[in-house]
């Protein structure tokens, strides 16, 4: 892909931005919400992982 393409891209994203903004402040509110519980959940399992010695 070359430069211009490149440009020529971000100018026709940053055009429609008006149409996907909101939707991509959607997804960033619900990722803000999730990504915390998800973490604590994989922190959850790792503890339990190495408690119970399965990770040797």
Do not use: C, E, Y
Not at 28 to 38: D, H, M, N, V, Y
């Amino acid at each position: 892909m070359t430069i211009d393409r490149v440009t020529n891209s971000v100018a026709v994203a940053s055009v429609f931005s008006q149409l996907w903004l909101p939707s991509l402040a959607d997804v960033s509110q619900t990722a803000a919400l999730l990504l915390p519980i998800a973490g604590l959940g994989w922190l959850i399992i790792q503890i339990i992982w190495k408690v119970t010695g399965r990770d040797q």
